[in-house]
Antibody
């Protein structure tokens, strides 16, 4: 059974940093690209970032580019999201999600979708 | 920036058919995917590659595509289908994953 368990969410002040983790089990973690998707309170889903199966390629939403960094540790079956220079508008539930592809094609993210999701971790940016 | 447009809300009575549309310029060239999300829960994939249904998803869920619009159809709607529904695709350049704004399905 595929399981994705996020952790690391917290209350942080504007300008602060936070690192989210997502522990994966039930599938061959190193074979699939993984993504982070967030949802602000009362709002819709917003894609944040994606990393290829061997971490040789990452893509980010414009809203987080230059502030957030996604990484993964094959030995720990864990996905990470390092969030710096946090803003109030980053307040959201952050979900990690498994894709059905490994390689992120040279042509980009065509065909990327999410077949399993974690339950999310809450990040609140407020003074 | 690229956008996928969904109606904010759709209402149907139990047993009727609900249709939720999603429009975007790139949908004629890129696949669409659909997720449902119930309050306090994570999203669940219900349709992939425009028309395919994952295992475990009831047959009453179906997808279709025509030009730049894709449609999620729920036949014989049940009370348990009440949820927010999101379409997802990628932009023309394949650089960004994009979600529609979501549609709240109310079962009257």
């Amino acid at each position: 059974e595929v399981q994705l368990l996020e952790s690391g969410g917290d209350l942080v002040q504007p300008g602060g940093s936070l690192r989210l983790s997502c522990a994966a089990s039930g599938f061959t973690f190193s074979s699939y690209a993984m993504s982070w998707v967030r949802q602000a309170p009362g709002k819709g889903l917003e894609w944040v970032s994606i990393i290829s199966h061997i971490a040789d390629s990452t893509y980010y939403a414009d809203s987080v580019k230059g502030r957030f960094t996604m990484s993964r540790d094959k030995s720990k079956n864990t996905l990470y999201l390092q969030m710096n220079s946090l803003r109030a508008e980053d307040t959201a539930v952050y979900y990690c999600a498994k894709t059905t592809v490994g390689v992120i094609a040279v042509a980009g993210l065509a065909g990327v979708y999410f077949d399993f999701w974690g339950q999310g971790t809450q990040v609140t940016v407020s003074s | 920036s690229y956008e996928l447009t969904q109606p904010p809300s759709v209402s149907v009575s139990p047993g009727q058919t609900a249709r939720i549309t999603c429009s975007g310029d790139a949908l004629s060239k890129q696949y669409a995917y659909w997720y449902l999300q119930k309050p306090g829960q994570a999203p669940v994939l219900v349709i992939y590659k425009d028309t395919e249904r994952p295992s475990g998803i009831p047959e009453r869920f179906s997808g279709s595509s025509s030009g730049t619009t894709v449609t999620l159809t729920i036949s014989g709607v049940q009370a348990e289908d009440e949820a927010d529904y999101y379409c997802q695709s990628v932009d023309k350049s394949g650089t960004y994953v994009v979600f529609g704004g979501g549609t709240k399905l109310t079962v009257l």
